[in-house]
């Protein structure tokens, strides 16, 4: 997977909880993003990073934090897990070039997430 | 769970066949196309991708025809394998970082 790494893989966990997904990169990628992928929706981006301290909104942030302190590493934050949220998160990251143009996404294997 | 290609556009084919799979995207000012393939249970893995300068590209087994008078995308696989099964997706993007993804055409390879 492109030297992309999420974890966990599973989690179950309650309504109320806190949860953090992370995403691991050893590509040195400038760009990472989260998304997540519902039957029905396709992927949906919840929020993106385009450097270190450097995020943006998606279109479907609400309830979701992230944050980005070093290069490799990319966090998603649910502060409290709502059955709404269930639902499989994937990481992407993109070398992109300046002005847009190319700008192909590699993807992590996701991470399957139910809140009961 | 749910498998991610319940819900979508689904083409059968006969192993043997080609396929084609397509897609309309919004925006006349896309200017750089990819298809993904989401295999169950994965994340989505780049096929080919095309400019908008460009009308055909061809890969291995794969051809992407690019129409911009009627923003129609196209993905051609020849001799379909039980392999290719998966759910295939197109992405716009326009000149920024923030691909604009299609929801996605499941492909069933019967042998």
């Known amino acids: 997977d492109a030297g992309i790494t999420q974890s966990p893989r599973h989690k179950v966990t309650e309504t109320g909880t806190p949860v953090t997904l992370r995403c691991h990169q050893t590509?040195?990628?400038?760009?990472m993003y989260w998304y997540r992928q519902d039957p029905g929706h396709g992927l949906r981006l919840i929020h993106y990073?385009?450097?270190?301290?450097?995020?943006d909104k998606g279109e479907v942030s609400d309830g979701y934090s992230v944050s980005r302190s070093k290069t490799e590493d990319f966090l998603l934050t649910l502060e409290s897990a709502t059955s709404s949220q269930t639902s499989v998160y994937f990481c992407?990251?993109?070398?992109?070039?300046?002005?847009?143009?190319?700008?192909?996404?590699?993807f992590g294997a996701g991470t399957r997430l139910s809140v009961l | 769970g749910e498998s991610v290609g319940l819900h979508l556009p689904t083409l059968s084919v006969q192993e043997g066949d080609n396929s084609i799979i397509n897609c309309a995207y919004s925006?006349?000012?896309?200017?750089?196309f990819i298809w993904y393939k989401q295999e169950s249970g994965k994340g989505p893995q780049f096929i080919i991708d095309?400019?908008?300068?460009?009308d055909k590209r061809q890969g291995q087994r794969v051809t992407v025809l690019l129409n911009k008078t009627v923003k129609h995308l196209s993905l051609q696989i020849a001799a379909t394998q039980p392999g290719d099964s998966a759910v295939y997706f197109c992405?716009?993007?326009?000149?920024?970082?923030?691909?604009?993804f299609g929801r996605g055409t499941s492909l069933i390879v019967h042998p």
């Open positions: 990073s385009y450097g270190v301290k450097d995020t």
């Open positions: 095309i400019r908008s300068n460009m």
């Open positions: 992405a716009e993007n326009r000149k920024s970082y923030i691909p604009t």
């Open positions: 590509e040195n990628h400038r760009y």
């Open positions: 925006n006349s000012a896309s200017d750089y």
């Open positions: 992407a990251i993109s070398e992109a070039t300046s002005g847009g143009g190319k700008n192909i996404q590699y």
